[in-house]
C-alpha cells in the first residue's frame, strides 16, 4: 500500500524559504499526476501545484507563480517543492497527492494517495 510522507513544514518570515518533500514508500507508485495542496482553516483543501509524474510538465496556481518551483525524481519517488518569497497568506497545512488517473487536477476528490500533511507558517 502506497503512503506519502511530507517533510520540511516550518516557521519563516515574511519573504523567507522552505523546501517541502514528498516520499513514496509502500508499494509500487505509478501516477499520472503528483500534487501539492494546501489548506488554511476553515478553508478548502487548494491546488497549489501540479507536475505530470511521466514528463514532468508542472502547473501553477496563478496565486504562487514565480515564487514556487514544483520537482519530482521519478527514480526516487519523491517530489518537492520549492518556495520562495513566502507571505503570510502561504500559511496552511501543505498535502502532497497523487492520482493514478486523468481528471481535473485542481479537484482533490481526483487523488487517490494523499500524504498526512505538514504545517507551513509565515509570520508578517
Known amino acids: 500500500q502506497v503512503q506519502l510522507v511530507e517533510s520540511g513544514g516550518g516557521l519563516v518570515q515574511t519573504g523567507g524559504s522552505l523546501r517541502l518533500s514528498c516520499a513514496a514508500s509502500?508499494?509500487?507508485?505509478?501516477?499520472?499526476?503528483i500534487a501539492w495542496f494546501r489548506q488554511a482553516p476553515g478553508k478548502e483543501r487548494d491546488l497549489v501545484a501540479h507536475i505530470m509524474w511521466n514528463n514532468g510538465i508542472p502547473y501553477y496556481v496563478d496565486a504562487v507563480k514565480g515564487r514556487f518551483t514544483i520537482s519530482r525524481d521519478s527514480a526516487k519517488n519523491t517530489m518537492d517543492l520549492q518556495m520562495n518569497g513566502l507571505k503570510p497568506e502561504d500559511t496552511a497545512v501543505y498535502y502532497c497527492?497523487?492520482?493514478?488517473?486523468?481528471?481535473?487536477?485542481?479537484?482533490?476528490?481526483?487523488?487517490?494517495?494523499w500524504g498526512q500533511g505538514t504545517q507551513v507558517t509565515v509570520s508578517s
Open positions: 509502500g508499494g509500487t507508485f505509478r501516477v499520472y499526476g
Open positions: 497527492g497523487g492520482r493514478t488517473r486523468m481528471g481535473a487536477i485542481t479537484d482533490p476528490e481526483q487523488y487517490d494517495y
